[in-house]
């Protein structure tokens, strides 16, 4: 008895130090994702104060009759306070070539005809995300509501919103962990760098206020029960859990709705080996999966036809952007069908994907050097990891192989989406997309799909080393990449750390 002791207690302390190690990467992760989001300064150029107002509406317990509206009052005159010229202007634009102090710094602001007229000014504003789906805007309210009832207020408030994505983010490296140790129990690669790689995913979302943030997390806990329904024998509770949550990943943001994809693969898998084992009773509990995944989001989707008299709600939007359906006709005209198109959208999307798309003075916040590397390791590991993934079919036990197969299903159909939004519809006078690049290259709409991206992208790192290296090999590459993508960012990001706009020089 006493070998067996010895080894089962060298098991668990193995697993106390992972344990303790992807702990830390959360901490990690938690503490990068505070650092950069109290760096920007409030409002960035992702639409930021239309996210804020959504929430303080949420906040205060006003659901939008109208899928757009103008700002509310108080939203408008924390946007007069608050907001930088940094993300747009740059300092030769101001007299003395240098940014005027932020507005909140001036005394009695508040009081004067000046503010009073630009907040009215601002209240006059159109909110274009108000149409939105709202799981993340009924969250982040409550967050704001609590925030409010402990005292912070104004600046702080915003950040307090902001910093609703430092826990998500830390959850969100925990769900990556349990994806790749249930699924990919034996590998100690994935189970350690996939956590690791999430942890300093430099995608600039979590920066900001927005339904982007909370995509990825949601989306990786849908994706972990729906594997795990397919490989186990769930309860009826866990099938409706699963079920609503594909349904909360849909009405966090619309283009999550590609976690209808695996949902559907695995029902229709699971409902026919039962069908085949004519284990009819099993049928149940996929039925009450799918009831509970489809009935939030119809419902939902029937209150916006009464409301706004679209299904989703866009309709108004589109309106607004002067956006239009194209005819059948014109659809195979788009530039996306040649070869340069094609290669444009799928660089310009990997790009994006990856680092994000938050400006600063008038100019990307990205490396080329960076943007290469995004480019190509994409292009090149994605590429990897199928060829290795038909070659390996009956060699690599069937629950790798179909955890990969689905990771390729969520990722691929998420760019499809992205491609049929930009074949879709004319731009008219947007200024993105354009008439000239009528291109949905925003890598945030998909960042959902981070988890399942990751795992194939791995795998195909991993696939570059032969069998006999040393699994450390392959990860210690990773700890590089990690290393040098927070490197840059934080060079590339200087500038930003130094505004007076941002958090650590709020009084």
């Not at 507005?103 to 274009?128: C, L, M, Y």
């Not at 307090?160 to 830390?170: D, G, Q």
């Amino acid at each position: 008895m006493r070998p067996e002791n010895t080894s089962d207690n060298k098991i668990s302390a193995c697993c106390r130090r992972e344990y303790t190690f992807i702990l830390l990467l959360c901490i990690i992760g938690a503490v990068r994702v505070f650092i950069f989001g109290a760096a920007f300064p409030p409002l960035n150029n992702i639409d930021e104060y239309c996210h804020f107002d959504l929430v303080w509406k949420y906040s205060k317990g006003h659901l939008p009759r109208s899928a757009i509206e103008n700002f509310n009052k108080e939203s408008a005159e924390l946007f007069v306070l608050y907001r930088t010229p940094e993300y747009l202007l740059k300092p030769k634009n101001f007299v003395g070539g240098a940014f005027p102090p932020p507005t909140w710094k001036t005394p009695n602001i508040q009081k004067s005809e000046r503010f009073a007229q630009s907040v009215a000014d601002s209240q006059q504003g159109k909110n274009h995300e108000t149409w939105s789906f709202p799981v993340y805007y009924a969250a982040a309210g409550l967050w704001c509501a609590a925030g409010r009832f402990f005292g912070i207020a104004e600046g702080n408030l915003l950040y307090w919103i902001r910093f609703l994505n430092v826990p998500l983010f830390a959850l969100l490296v925990w769900v990556s962990y349990l994806v790749a140790k249930t699924f990919f129990p034996n590998d100690y690669f994935l189970r350690i760098s996939l956590p690791l790689m999430v942890a300093f995913f430099p995608q600039d979302s979590f920066y900001s206020i927005s339904n982007d943030s909370l995509s990825p997390l949601l989306f990786g806990i849908a994706f972990l029960m729906l594997l795990q329904i397919f490989f186990e024998d769930k309860s009826y509770r866990y099938h409706v859990l699963a079920g609503l949550a594909v349904a909360v990943v849909v009405l966090t943001k619309i283009s999550n709705i590609t976690i209808l994809l695996p949902a559907g693969i695995i029902v229709l898998l699971k409902a026919k080996q039962y069908l085949l084992k004519k284990n009819f009773a099993n049928i149940i509990p996929l039925v009450l999966l799918s009831a509970a995944a489809v009935m939030p989001i119809g419902l939902w989707c029937l209150r916006n036809y009464i409301t706004f008299g679209s299904f989703t709600g866009v309709a108004e939007t589109l309106k607004y952007k002067t956006w239009t359906i194209k005819p059948l006709s014109e659809i195979w005209n788009h530039p996306i069908f040649t070869a340069a198109g094609l290669f444009h959208f799928l660089t310009e999307l990997a790009k994006t994907f990856w680092r994000g798309e938050i400006v600063w003075q008038g100019k990307t916040i990205a490396s080329p050097a960076m943007d290469l590397f995004y480019v190509v390791s994409t292009a090149v590991l994605i590429t990897v990891a199928a060829i290795s993934l038909v070659l390996s079919r009956n060699k690599t036990d069937r629950q790798t192989i179909f955890a990969l197969e689905i990771s390729f299903f969520v990722v691929i159909a998420s760019v499809l989406f992205l491609v049929a939004l930009s074949i879709r519809y004319n731009f008219g006078e947007c200024y993105f997309p354009t008439q000239n690049e009528p291109y949905f290259t925003t890598g945030r709409l998909i960042s959902g799909s981070i988890i399942p991206f990751l795992l194939i992208y791995l795998n195909g790192l991993r696939r570059l080393f032969p069998k006999s290296a040393n699994r450390i090999l392959p990860l210690l590459v990773v700890i590089i990449i990690a290393a040098v993508i927070t490197c840059s960012e934080i060079l590339l990001s200087l500038d930003v750390f130094k505004s007076q706009y941002n958090w650590f020089h709020l009084k």
